[in-house]
């Protein structure tokens, strides 16, 4: 949130914050008759003067969009804006003009936003308007902004945010960060020519100042704050048990500004005493409500070392949990409320955490949106924390809403190339009741083509409308050229460089001529491609011509091909039909080279059911071809040729996994394989089919070289352990075979271990695996899912 920049003169530190004052926007709101509205406006406009100060946001309380009109708002120029868009972006919640929900402070507390509330109270009212009147909430080292929501105190949370050496506790006085000649300077320059004398730092009355002057004060102490000379850096050492000791290292600012150099004595001390109730807080959100805390500054060769020792207690686990629905889901689709409630995934006997109480909520919500019920929402949450019982009991009641429709399909954005493109390929249907899969569906289908970078749909959610709802498509278009090019290493293939280039309006027409190719140190490969746009249901149909070089295990196979296809790309289902002419030739040790040629009409189909599509944890993936040539119908022999491969994943508890994959291939002809395509033949061996052996080096042996064969069969069995998100093991087993005659087959199994890695980029797999027939040890890199 913070942003930290080195100045352009004199190497100084500076740090800008992003401030949110709350207000109301309410019409008929009669407090901004009473003056209160000078006390935000001067605020903002001090804050926006302050080059220590970056975005400054209203917070909206209210629940209208625009402000009363009138008001010395109006040329403030700071955005009004909800409190929830904002949850991320803010260093300090200002509470002014209205208190905002107590769960959204909450949450941005634990983000580490300080909080701060001044109170004005009617009572102190004066001829010249109300008088600003900072509460106990104000100087007390635990104050309270709203119903049970911890607050900062008002001056010292700037020396822990801004954290530049301000001179924020200093002579014991209140504003020490002002003194009187720089306190009137500072008021003076905006207009206010006298300020009440601030009282010492521990005084026991109210601090009353008018409420503009207390914006300025506010405000001023925002600009004035410069940094002393550095001080030394500490060591933090948190002394907790491990559920609980990562959350404090990165949210406790003790821990977070250790290695900062320009911390000074004054700021040390403040961060060690606010420890303990910063702990207690954090604690909570982990389902620790008891916890016992204790803090220890030891000094070792003039450097500190700060010691905090944290015994949490027991751990709330969850007692009931108490899910309710009103609203059309209880009689027409209560398949939906199973789903919903099974998407709760909190149970009686899990721990207790804010965390998982929020996921929890939001993907049931989001399960029973999922389908039919768009405007669905939570009427009311509640969780109730017994400290003594460690217990927790929750309720959550949702009102599904009517049943919405699909409605009119809309585009925004279409520039370049015809609009009759989304629509050809649009799946929905006006009347067919929402479900977000069709959504999805859509948006798949529309980022398939090569037409356009991004794709953003809004569906209408206004619950008094549900009948024929909106569906606003927004794209961004891709120019008409395109240039792609990357490089990468494969174990099996080790590095390689591929790129593509791609002209989206051939003829005036829209058609993509595609001209593509990849070099690695086993083959070498290009195409040229030119397609049609999709045409109804998405069907595209394309004419192709591809040259493909390969040389393995002292075999070298030339592959040239030309033909068209036509091709479908869905959510979860894909279809090709393809007319190929391939023509081969094989070069091997052990004789000369030899040709072939076959015209083969294909199909092809592929079927992705999985949980997620990039790390799957349930469901298969399959994929079939089949294909035939007929001798002297250019070429050389008859035969069919079949192919399919699956992947089946199966869930066991919440972290660990069976994956299963099969592979069978067949080429069945009266001849020999000879004359038969090589590229249409099969090997086995490598990282996606037998590990522990080399890259397609299981096949028919003749004098040192590996030939192609008629037939395939591979399988893989892997158990993978999941230590967190992201990082987990696996141990496997393979086995496969590749012959021209099966009663003569050699099975090759393989074993071994690896890691997995859920990265931003897809899962990365690194194994080591053991060839059981070869006794080799060889290692595998690779990246995506192996299919």
Request: glycine share 10%; net charge positive.
């Amino acid at each position: 949130m913070t942003d930290i920049n080195q100045a352009a003169s004199g190497g100084t530190r500076k740090q800008r914050l992003a401030v949110g004052i709350s207000l109301f926007a309410r019409d008929g709101q009669v407090i901004w008759k009473s003056g209160v509205h000078q006390n935000i406006a001067y605020l903002a406009m001090m804050l926006k003067r302050s080059d220590r100060v970056g975005p400054a946001h209203f917070l909206n309380g209210g629940d209208a969009n625009t402000l009363p009109a009138g008001l010395e708002l109006d040329g403030v120029d700071v955005p009004l804006v909800k409190p929830v868009d904002v949850t991320h972006d803010l260093d300090v919640v200002i509470e002014m003009g209205a208190r905002l929900r107590v769960e959204w402070l909450r949450h941005v507390k634990v983000l580490g936003t300080k909080l701060e509330t001044p109170e004005f109270n009617a009572r102190e009212k004066r001829a010249e308007g109300y008088t600003g009147n900072l509460e106990s909430s104000s100087y007390r080292w635990r104050g309270v902004c709203s119903p049970d929501v911890v607050c900062d105190l008002l001056m010292t949370f700037l020396c822990k945010i801004l954290c530049c050496g301000a001179r924020m506790i200093q002579r014991g006085r209140f504003l020490p960060c002002l003194d009187d000649d720089e306190f009137t300077q500072t008021t003076a320059a905006t207009g206010l020519s006298s300020v009440r004398k601030i009282s010492r730092f521990w005084g026991k009355h109210l601090i009353q100042v008018r409420p503009v002057r207390y914006a300025a004060a506010l405000a001023g102490c925002l600009a004035a704050c410069f940094a002393l000379p550095a001080h030394a850096k500490y060591d933090v050492d948190i002394d907790a048990p491990r559920s609980i000791r990562k959350l404090l290292k990165a949210h406790l600012d003790i821990a977070r500004f250790a290695k900062r150099d320009d911390i000074s004595d004054d700021q040390f001390d403040f961060l060690v005493t606010a420890t303990p109730q910063q702990v207690r807080d954090l604690a909570a959100t982990a389902g620790y409500f008891s916890p016992v805390v204790r803090t220890d500054v030891r000094t070792r060769d003039g450097k500190r070392d700060v010691r905090v020792a944290v015994d949490p207690g027991k751990q709330t686990v969850v007692s009931t949990v108490d899910l309710t629905f009103k609203g059309p889901v209880e009689t027409e689709d209560p398949n939906q409320e199973t789903a919903t409630r099974f998407a709760f995934s909190m149970k009686p006997g899990d721990p207790f955490t804010q965390s998982d109480w929020d996921d929890a909520k939001g993907a049931a919500l989001r399960q029973l949106q999922s389908h039919r019920y768009l405007g669905a929402k939570i009427a009311s949450s509640e969780a109730r924390i017994d400290p003594r019982t460690q217990r927790a009991t929750l309720a959550v009641a949702f009102d599904s809403g009517p049943t919405f429709t699909i409605g009119k399909v809309d585009v925004d954005g279409v520039r370049r190339y015809p609009e009759k493109i989304v629509t050809n390929v649009n799946p929905l249907s006006e009347g067919e009741i929402y479900d977000v899969r069709r959504i999805t569906e859509l948006q798949r289908q529309l980022q398939n083509t090569p037409y356009y970078a991004s794709v953003a749909i809004d569906v209408g959610d206004d619950t008094s409308k549900p009948e024929l709802t909106p569906v606003h498509v927004k794209v961004s278009e891709f120019p008409y050229n395109n240039i792609r090019g990357g490089v990468g290493f494969a174990t099996d293939t080790g590095p390689h460089v591929q790129g593509s280039y791609t002209y989206l309006d051939t003829f005036g027409a829209a058609w993509p001529l595609t001209v593509s190719g990849r070099v690695d140190q086993i083959q070498q490969y290009g195409q040229v491609q030119l397609s049609m746009p999709p045409g109804e249901k998405g069907w595209t149909n394309s004419v192709l011509a591809s040259y493909t070089n390969t040389n393995v295990s002292d075999t070298r196979i030339y592959s040239a091909r030309v033909g068209v296809q036509r091709t479908r790309t869905g959510q979860f289902i894909d279809y090709a039909y393809s007319l190929m002419y391939y023509q081969d030739r094989l070069d091997q040790n052990g004789a000369g080279p030899t040709t072939s040629r076959a015209l083969v009409p294909q199909w092809a189909w592929t079927r992705r059911n999985v949980d997620d599509p990039l790390f799957p944890r349930s469901g298969n993936l399959i994929h079939a071809e089949a294909g035939f040539a007929v001798k002297h119908v250019l070429a050389d022999e008859t035969f069919i040729r079949g192919y399919a491969r699956g992947q089946q994943y199966l869930p066991i508890g919440k972290r660990d996994l069976f994956v299963f994959r099969a592979e069978l291939g067949g080429v069945f002809t009266s001849g020999s394989s000879t004359g038969v395509p090589a590229s249409l033949l099969f090997r086995a061996g490598g990282s996606n089919s037998v590990r522990g052996y080399g890259y397609q080096s299981i096949g028919n042996s003749v004098d040192g070289s590996v030939l192609p064969t008629k037939y395939l069969m591979t399988g893989t069995a892997e158990y993978q352990h999941w230590f967190n998100r992201d990082w987990g093991a696996a141990t496997f087993f393979d086995i496969g075979t590749a012959t021209d005659a099966w009663g003569e087959r050699v099975f090759y199994p393989g074993v071994g271990v690896g890691a997995r890695w859920r990265s931003p980029v897809g899962p990365i797999n690194v194994d080591v695996a053991y060839g059981l027939r070869n006794h080799s040890v060889r290692p595998y890199l690779t990246l995506g899912i192996a299919f």
